[in-house]
Antibody, heavy 124, light 110 residues
Framework: QVQLVQSGAEVKKPGASVKVSCKAS????????MHWVRQAPGQGLEWMGW????????NYAQKFQGRVTMTRDTSISTAYMELSRLRSDDTAVYYC?????????????????WGQGTLVTVSS | EIVLTQSPATLSLSPGERATLSCGAS???????LAWYQQKPGLAPRLLIY???SRATGIPDRFSGSGSGTDFTLTISRLEPEDFAVYYC???????????FGQGTKLEIK
């Protein structure tokens, strides 16, 4: 069965960087886009971007351009999201989410499997 | 960027009743690329509906989606206790490959 297991909670100071991992199992990791979505406490969902695990190509939401980097390690079926220059309003649960679309067949679509979420707290 | 506005913000109903949730887009959503997700406290969202009206795998048929262009609806025909949650609409697959969510509708027990 498809599983996405994320790394544990992080506490960071303002200005620092955080790198969250998402280990995939139960399917061909390089076959499906992977998205990152965050949710601030008590707030809604915010899409951050996606990575094509096959090519390494990325597409970031404009809001995060210049601060976010999405990478992958195909040898261990793991996607990463690094967010730099952290601010207090970056405090949120960060999710990885697999896309339903095979990377060879078209543009990314909806998100059918999600990780359990990683809480990142930014506080001085 | 397409902005999605969900209404109402909170919907109070009883089990067995019919729920109608709305999602309005600031511009037409191409090819009806509109999805609905359900989220319960402390859990990740779950995909319910995609392409405006197609149910995801394993989703009960009491959930249905409709709409096109700028107006979309999620209907739960007869509420079960486990349906009380927050629901988000999402647009995807636009020409600029951006994905946006609505602000959510909280469906609570009356």
């Amino acid at each position: 069965q498809v599983q996405l297991v994320q790394s544990g909670a992080e506490v960071k100071k303002p200005g620092a960087s955080v790198k969250v991992s998402c280990k995939a199992s139960g399917y061909t990791f390089t076959g499906y886009y992977m998205h990152w979505v965050r949710q601030a406490p008590g707030q809604g969902l915010e899409w951050m971007g996606w990575i094509n695990p096959n090519s390494g190509g990325t597409n970031y939401a404009q809001k995060f351009q210049g601060r976010v980097t999405m990478t992958r390690d195909t040898s261990i079926s793991t996607a990463y999201m690094e967010l730099s220059r952290l601010r207090s309003d970056d405090t949120a649960v960060y999710y990885c989410a697999r896309d339903v679309t095979l990377v060879w067949f078209g543009e990314p679509g909806v998100f059918d499997y999600w990780g359990q979420g990683t809480l990142v707290t930014v506080s001085s | 960027e397409i902005v999605l506005t969900q209404s109402p913000a909170t919907l109070s109903l009883s089990p067995g009743e019919r729920a109608t949730l709305s999602c309005g887009a600031s511009q037409s959503v191409s090819s009806s690329y509109l999805a609905w997700y359900q989220q319960k406290p402390g859990l990740a969202p779950r995909l319910l509906i995609y392409d405006a009206s197609s149910r995801a795998t394993g989703i009960p048929d009491r959930f249905s989606g409709s709409g096109s262009g700028t107006d979309f609806t999620l209907t739960i025909s007869r509420l079960e206790p486990e349906d009380f949650a927050v629901y988000y609409c999402q647009q995807y697959g636009s020409s600029v490959l951006m994905y946006t969510f609505g602000q959510g509708t909280k469906l609570e027990i009356k």
